[in-house]
T-cell receptor, first 114, second 113 residues
C-alpha cells in the first residue's frame, strides 16, 4: 500500500531532550515536507526537500533540523525541544512537488513538550 | 504575500448541501486544493482545481473558483454523517522551483441529524 509512515504517533518529552520523528514513504517520491498544525493557524511548513541531500527552510524552521540521506526517509530532528514546539506534526510527500501530482500525508505525530 | 482564510465552523443538516468557502491572496497560485482531515487522521486530498479553471465536479463535490475575487468554494451535495471532518483549503505557489502549499485554518464541518 502506498503510504507515508510517521513514528511515533504520540510523544511526550521534557524540555531540552533531543528527539527525532521519523518519516518514510514507499512511493519513490522526490519531494518531502514537514508541517506543524496548531489550532487556528492551519498547517505551516517547517522544512522541505526536493530530493536526496537537497533541503530548504519553510515558514517556521526555527528549532528544527532535517536530513535527506535516502529518498524514502525524511526525519525531523528537535535538538533541544521547548514547550512552544508542542504541536501536531505531519510529513507529506509528492512525486515531484508539483500541484498536479498531489500530496500524500502521514497520519501525524502529536508531540507534547513539558 | 500568501494568506488563505476560511471560517472555522459550519453546521449543516444531514441531506442538505454544505458550502465551505475560502479566500486567498496570492494571484500567482497554480493549483488550489481541498483536503479533508478526519479525527486522529492525516490529511486526505479530496480534489484540486487548476487556476485557469472555473469549476470542477467530482461526484458529490463541486469546486468553484472565482479568480478575480480570489475565492474558492467546495460544495458537498447530500451531506452525510461521514462528511464530518475539518476541511482545509490550500494554494500552491511555485517559487524558485519549490511548489509550496499554504493552508487555511480549516473549517470544521458538523452534521446535524
Amino acid at each position: 500500500e502506498a503510504q507515508v509512515t510517521q513514528n511515533p504517533r504520540y510523544l511526550i518529552t521534557v524540555t531540552g531532550k533531543k528527539l527525532t520523528v521519523t518519516c518514510s514513504q514507499n512511493m519513490n517520491h522526490e519531494y518531502m515536507s514537514w508541517y506543524r498544525q496548531d489550532p487556528g493557524l492551519g498547517l505551516r511548513q517547517i522544512y522541505y526537500s526536493m530530493n536526496v541531500e537537497v533541503t530548504d527552510k519553510g515558514d517556521v524552521p526555527e528549532g528544527y533540523k532535517v536530513s535527506r540521506k535516502e529518498k524514502r526517509n525524511f526525519p525531523l530532528i528537535l535538538e533541544s525541544p521547548s514547550p512552544n514546539q508542542t504541536s501536531l506534526y505531519f510529513c507529506a510527500s509528492s512525486l515531484r512537488g508539483r500541484g498536479s501530482d498531489g500530496y500524500t500525508f502521514g497520519s501525524g505525530t502529536r508531540l507534547t513538550v513539558v | 504575500g500568501e494568506d488563505v482564510e476560511q471560517s472555522l465552523f459550519l453546521s449543516v443538516r444531514e441531506g442538505d448541501s454544505s458550502v465551505i468557502n475560502c479566500t486567498y491572496t496570492d494571484s500567482s497560485s497554480t493549483y488550489l486544493y481541498w483536503y479533508k482531515q478526519e479525527p486522529g487522521a492525516g490529511l486526505q486530498l479530496l480534489t484540486y482545481i487548476f487556476s485557469n479553471m472555473d469549476m470542477k465536479q467530482d461526484q458529490r463535490l463541486t469546486v468553484l473558483l472565482n479568480k478575480k475575487d480570489k475565492h474558492l468554494s467546495l460544495r458537498i451535495a447530500d451531506t452525510q454523517t461521514g462528511d464530518s471532518a475539518i476541511y482545509f483549503c490550500a494554494e500552491s505557489i511555485t517559487n524558485f522551483g519549490n511548489e509550496k502549499l499554504t493552508f487555511g485554518t480549516g473549517t470544521r464541518l458538523t452534521i446535524i441529524p
